[in-house]
């Protein structure tokens, strides 16, 4: 009675100590240290009260310190080591539900589950091997004293099984309780994951994962957030890529040219959200309708910026450059500047209809001859030409050639090599032959119509391929302009 008196005591004490002691020593630190100085706390305590209830009882009852003390501080030692665990764990999961600001980037240093867990394990075993031994040491000594009397023997040893079955049994409930508290924060800790997993799922990127712990949830959660940051990232780019696509389709022609005796349709389909093929149509003077039809090499960011800067020059300079071929001039003079280190380069053909005079004008700059053809004599042309590329020869020269006349009906193709170099899931071209099938299919048709003719055949023949590279084509149809006879070359 005296010595259970002592002990509860002693516990008072500790609770009395407890509450300064962890308002000044474990709630202070930073939250990754509160855990394990929270183990510490109980651990202490539990020594100081051991150590008084020794000291109390060896001078008040004259308590054998060497026999039953240690059998006493042992017991108090693992007892604070069960409560210790279980209050580190109460410190973590409270920590775990406090934090709502998630930390990007994964703990610095990882303290393991599995080293903790085994840990723990181990020392729960060698502690309870410990008080089980203590005990059974002790009771074997008292079963060898009691003598042989049968009665007297049958009463201890069911009083020993009793003590054994009892102290397993709290031992036991100790360690179920610690598997529960465990279990408790591993649900926490998982929740938090699925939680924000389960948003991220449903494309909603504003939520993080709180970084608790520094094991291994710590760094699943850490990496967890690098990996929403990238998804937000990307989603910006998408964004900005679309706008940049919205732009860019801004700055291409928005209807076509109507002049008398010309029907005209073009268009870009880009593989990327941007792309470096660009086609434009200018009106001049004197009935004059110019087609540009040019290709940056490359595809993506890069060659739209490059088509964006030759769409300025052109702008720019064929409103102060009578001469064609001095404008692309002056132009490639610019490209190869900016580009000298770079390698880039921007293909062109510059096609120049005069109605007034009926004459064919063209400049190739690298870029494939346009294609005419002639549904009266169903024979196809090539307006083909010499001419480098933009951008590669700061003191290059464009030729310009020509060509008298037209005849009724014709159609004239300019185009980029996306759709003639098209490929199907089998790796087979397109081909230029495809192509003129096509033009000669739908000749009468009129030129939106040629266009989507073209389109469609090219998608088709793709199938489930993707799409390589950019795609730009433009369809001029001559038509008979009212009172005025077409003159053949």
């Given at each position: 009675?005296?010595?259970?008196?002592?002990?509860?005591?002693a516990?008072?004490?500790a609770?009395?100590?407890?509450?300064?002691?962890?308002?000044?020593?474990?709630t202070?630190?930073?939250?990754?240290?509160?855990?394990?100085?929270?183990?510490?706390?109980?651990?202490?305590?539990?020594?100081?009260?051991?150590?008084?209830?020794?000291?109390?009882?060896?001078?008040?009852?004259?308590?054998?310190?060497?026999?039953?003390?240690?059998?006493?501080?042992?017991g108090?030692l693992?007892?604070?080591?069960?409560?210790?665990?279980?209050?580190?764990?109460?410190?973590?999961?409270?920590?775990?539900?406090?934090?709502?600001?998630?930390?990007?980037?994964?703990?610095?240093?990882?303290?393991?589950?599995?080293k903790?867990?085994?840990?723990?394990?181990?020392?729960?075993?060698?502690?309870?091997?410990?008080?089980l031994?203590?005990?059974?040491?002790?009771?074997?000594?008292?079963?060898r004293?009691?003598?042989q009397?049968?009665?007297?023997?049958?009463?201890?040893?069911?009083?020993?099984?009793?003590?054994?079955?009892?102290?397993?049994?709290?031992?036991?409930?100790?360690?179920?309780?610690?598997?529960?508290?465990?279990?408790?924060?591993?649900?926490?800790?998982?929740?938090?994951?699925?939680?924000?997993?389960?948003?991220?799922?449903?494309?909603?990127?504003?939520?993080?994962?709180?970084?608790?712990?520094?094991?291994?949830?710590?760094?699943?959660?850490?990496?967890t957030?690098?990996?929403?940051?990238?998804?937000?990232?990307?989603?910006q780019?998408?964004?900005?890529?679309?706008?940049?696509?919205?732009?860019?389709?801004?700055?291409?022609?928005?209807?076509?040219?109507?002049?008398?005796?010309?029907?005209?349709?073009?268009?870009?389909?880009?593989?990327?959200?941007?792309?470096?093929?660009?086609?434009?149509?200018?009106?001049?003077?004197?009935?004059?309708?110019?087609?540009?039809?040019?290709?940056?090499?490359?595809?993506?960011?890069?060659?739209?910026?490059?088509?964006?800067?030759?769409?300025?020059?052109?702008k720019?300079g064929i409103?102060?450059?009578?001469?064609?071929?001095?404008?692309?001039?002056?132009?490639?003079?610019?490209l190869?500047?900016?580009s000298?280190?770079?390698?880039?380069?921007?293909?062109?053909?510059?096609?120049?209809?005069?109605?007034?005079r009926?004459?064919?004008?063209?400049?190739?700059?690298?870029?494939?001859?346009?294609?005419?053809?002639?549904?009266?004599?169903?024979?196809?042309?090539?307006?083909?030409?010499?001419?480098?590329?933009?951008?590669?020869?700061?003191?290059?020269?464009?030729?310009?050639?020509?060509?008298?006349?037209?005849?009724?009906g014709?159609?004239?193709?300019?185009?980029?090599?996306?759709?003639?170099?098209?490929?199907?899931?089998?790796?087979?071209?397109?081909g230029?032959?495809?192509?003129?099938?096509?033009?000669?299919?739908?000749?009468?048709?009129?030129?939106?119509?040629?266009?989507?003719?073209?389109?469609?055949?090219?998608?088709t023949?793709?199938?489930?391929?993707?799409?390589?590279?950019?795609?730009?084509?433009?369809?001029?149809?001559?038509?008979?302009?009212?009172?005025?006879?077409?003159?053949?070359?």
């Amino acid at each position: 009675m005296y010595l259970g008196a002592s002990i509860l005591g002693a516990f008072f004490l500790a609770g009395l100590a407890r509450g300064p002691l962890e308002g000044r020593w474990v709630t202070s630190a930073v939250a990754e240290h509160q855990p394990r100085r929270q183990f510490f706390l109980e651990l202490g305590l539990a020594v100081s009260g051991a150590v008084f209830v020794v000291i109390f009882n060896k001078i008040v009852f004259y308590f054998p310190v060497v026999k039953s003390g240690s059998a006493l501080f042992t017991g108090f030692l693992t007892l604070s080591f069960f409560i210790g665990i279980d209050m580190a764990l109460a410190r973590e999961r409270a920590l775990i539900l406090k934090s709502k600001t998630a930390k990007g980037a994964p703990p610095e240093r990882l303290y393991s589950v599995t080293k903790r867990f085994s840990l723990v394990a181990i020392t729960s075993v060698l502690t309870t091997a410990m008080v089980l031994g203590m005990v059974l040491s002790k009771d074997l000594g008292w079963l060898r004293d009691l003598g042989q009397e049968p009665e007297v023997l049958r009463t201890a040893q069911r009083a020993v099984v009793i003590e054994v079955l009892f102290i397993m049994a709290v031992l036991l409930a100790l360690l179920v309780n610690l598997i529960i508290s465990y279990s408790k924060n591993l649900k926490l800790l998982f929740a938090n994951e699925t939680r924000v997993l389960q948003r991220v799922s449903r494309g909603d990127l504003s939520t993080l994962v709180p970084v608790a712990t520094k094991d291994e949830f710590g760094f699943i959660a850490g990496h967890t957030n690098h990996m929403i940051e990238g998804l937000r990232h990307r989603m910006q780019l998408v964004s900005s890529l679309k706008l940049a696509e919205e732009v860019q389709q801004k700055l291409l022609p928005q209807e076509a040219p109507r002049l008398p005796g010309l029907d005209v349709a073009g268009t870009s389909v880009y593989c990327d959200e941007t792309g470096g093929d660009y086609y434009d149509y200018f009106i001049l003077p004197g009935e004059r309708l110019v087609t540009v039809v040019a290709d940056a090499s490359d595809h993506g960011v890069g060659a739209a910026l490059d088509m964006t800067t030759v769409r300025a020059f052109l702008k720019y300079g064929i409103r102060h450059q009578a001469v064609l071929a001095e404008l692309l001039a002056q132009v490639n003079r610019f490209l190869s500047r900016d580009s000298a280190d770079t390698g880039r380069f921007t293909t062109l053909f510059l096609l120049d209809v005069d109605l007034a005079r009926e004459r064919l004008a063209w400049i190739r700059a690298g870029q494939d001859p346009a294609l005419v053809y002639d549904p009266g004599t169903d024979r196809f042309e090539e307006l083909d030409g010499r001419g480098i590329a933009l951008g590669l020869d700061e003191d290059a020269r464009f030729e310009t050639s020509r060509r008298k006349g037209w005849p009724p009906g014709a159609v004239v193709l300019v185009a980029t090599d996306g759709l003639h170099e098209t490929r199907d899931d089998t790796d087979q071209l397109f081909g230029r032959e495809r192509v003129r099938e096509i033009l000669r299919a739908h000749a009468a048709e009129p030129a939106s119509r040629i266009l989507e003719a073209l389109i469609a055949a090219g998608e088709t023949f793709r199938g489930a391929a993707p799409q390589e590279d950019d795609l730009t084509l433009v369809v001029i149809k001559f038509e008979e302009r009212p009172g005025e006879p077409t003159r053949d070359a």
